[in-house]
């Protein structure tokens, strides 16, 4: 069955930067997009970015831009993200999320499940 | 930015009621809809996609309507499981969520 395993929990100082996995499993990695979302304590969902895991084409949040950036390794089907300059702000867990079809415009499913990062000095 | 209001942010039914929950778009976004259920300390699941096709395995007791700005997620026969937060989506024109609404024990 398709599955995304998430790294575990992170805590970062301000300033620091964190990098989060997310392997994929029971599809072809390369034919579908993946997506990650935050979502800060009792708040909503916050869409971060996406790439294309077949070129590694990355599109990001107007409000992240130039402090994340989302990679891949398609030899072990993993997507990263990293985030940079983490603030408290930045608090929250983060959820990598698989585009359901083929096209670019798609719902997401499944998601993983989940990596809280806390930043805090 | 394509903006998702959901209404109302918090939904108080019995077990055994019907809940309906609604999202507006800003804009139209087609019949481009996705619903999520949300239970704490879990990731979200799909429920609903293209506005009212049930994903695999959801109970026939979740539909959805509506299409271009207004939508809705019924639940006919509120079950103990289904007390949750419910997130819709909108994937027309990137990607954005609405606000959530909860749904709580009355």
């Known amino acids: 069955q398709v599955q995304l395993v998430q790294s575990g929990a992170e805590v970062k100082k301000p300033g620091a930067s964190v990098k989060v996995s997310c392997k994929a499993s029971g599809y072809t990695f390369t034919s579908y997009y993946m997506h990650w979302v935050r979502q800060a304590p009792g708040q909503g969902l916050e869409w971060m970015g996406i790439?294309?895991?077949?070129?590694?084409?990355?599109s990001y949040a107007q409000k992240l831009q130039g402090r994340v950036t989302m990679t891949r390794d398609t030899s072990t089907s993993t997507v990263y993200m990293e985030l940079s300059s983490l603030r408290s702000e930045d608090t929250a867990v983060y959820y990598c999320a698989r585009g359901a079809g083929e096209q670019l415009n798609n719902w997401f499913d499944p998601w993983g499940q989940g990596t809280l990062v806390t930043v805090s000095s | 930015e394509i903006v998702m209001t959901q209404s109302p942010a918090t939904l108080s039914v019995s077990p055994g009621e019907r809940a309906t929950l609604s999202c507006r778009a800003s804009q139209s976004v087609s019949s481009n809809l996705a619903w999520y259920q949300q239970k704490p300390g879990q990731a979200p699941r799909l429920l609903i996609y293209?506005?009212?096709t049930r994903a695999t395995g959801i109970p026939a007791r979740f539909s959805g309507s509506g299409s271009g700005t207004e939508f809705t997620l019924t639940i006919s026969s509120l079950q103990s499981e289904d007390f949750a937060v419910y997130y819709c989506?909108?994937?027309?024109?990137?990607?954005?969520f609405g606000q959530g609404t909860k749904v709580e024990i009355k």
């Open positions: 989506q909108q994937y027309n024109n990137w990607w954005t």
């Open positions: 790439i294309n895991p077949s070129g590694g084409s990355t």
């Open positions: 293209g506005a009212s």
